[in-house]
T-cell receptor, first 109, second 114 residues
Framework: AQRVTQPEKLLSVFKGAPVELKCNYSYSGSPELFWYVQYSRQRLQLLLRHISRESIKGFTADLNKGETSFHLKKPFAQEEDSAMYYCALKGASGSRLTFGEGTQLTVNP | DTGVSQDPRHKITKRGQNVTFRCDPI?????LYWYRQTLGQGPEFLTY????????KSRLLSDRFSAERPKGSFSTLEIQRTEQGDSAMYLC????????????FGEGSRLTVL
């Protein structure tokens, strides 16, 4: 079974502060991990995937297989980063994405 | 707008009625997914199609739920004999065969069962 846990439902930071959104997963094989984001009144969209090892909008995420984590980080949060963030896992054998419950990030001015 | 479109955007129905949602994926996308999302939860997988073949169904998809994708283009999700617990946002997403993990979502169809 595959499971994704996002321990924080709400996260609030001030503009310019570092931000880390936590994601832990449970999967017996080699997973692919993703972060999806939903801005206010917009549809859910891909932010980044671990295999790309890229920085998108200043966000990065490193897959830590030892800790089974895929935390999302940004050194200096911006107000436009305020959104709902979902961590998602895709197992090697299937096509489905399993999503976490999401973290609502609010960046205050 | 050439993204994934869903219809209707909102549906209010009485318990026991049947409802049908339609999803039009991005035209060159072979894979189509249905997810359900309730308040405070992440999207939960329901089913997916590759072309017209329904390849995987979640145990969440009870026998009151049926999905089709005739001719591998648009898809419909029907819920028969709706119950109040069916109230949720029903999300459709599509992707290309060779692109793993990037799902393109529609805006969703919100169902309220009274």
């Amino acid at each position: 079974a595959q499971r994704v846990t996002q321990p924080e439902k709400l996260l609030s930071v001030f503009k310019g502060a570092p931000v880390e959104l936590k994601c832990n997963y449970s999967y017996s094989g080699s997973p692919e991990l993703f972060w999806y984001v939903q801005y206010s009144r917009q549809r859910l969209q891909l932010l980044l995937r671990h295999i790309s090892r890229e920085s998108i909008k200043g966000f990065t995420a490193d897959l830590n297989k030892g800790e089974t984590s895929f935390h999302l980080k940004k050194p200096f949060a911006q107000e436009e980063d305020s959104a709902m963030y979902y961590c998602a896992l895709k197992g090697a054998s299937g096509s489905r994405l399993t999503f976490g419950e999401g973290t609502q990030l609010t960046v205050n001015p | 707008d050439t993204g994934v479109s869903q219809d209707p955007r909102h549906k209010i129905t009485k318990r026991g009625q049947n409802v049908t949602f339609r999803c039009d994926p991005i035209s060159e996308h072979n894979r189509l997914y249905w997810y359900r999302q309730t308040l405070g939860q992440g999207p939960e997988f329901l089913t997916y199609f590759q072309n017209e073949a329904q390849l995987e169904k979640s145990r969440l998809l009870s026998d009151r739920f049926s999905a089709e994708r005739p001719k591998g283009s648009f898809s419909t999700l029907e819920i028969q004999r709706t119950e109040q617990g069916d109230s949720a946002m029903y999300l459709c997403a599509s992707s290309r065969d060779l692109v793993t993990g990037e799902l393109f979502f529609g805006e969703g169809s919100r169902l309220t069962v009274l």
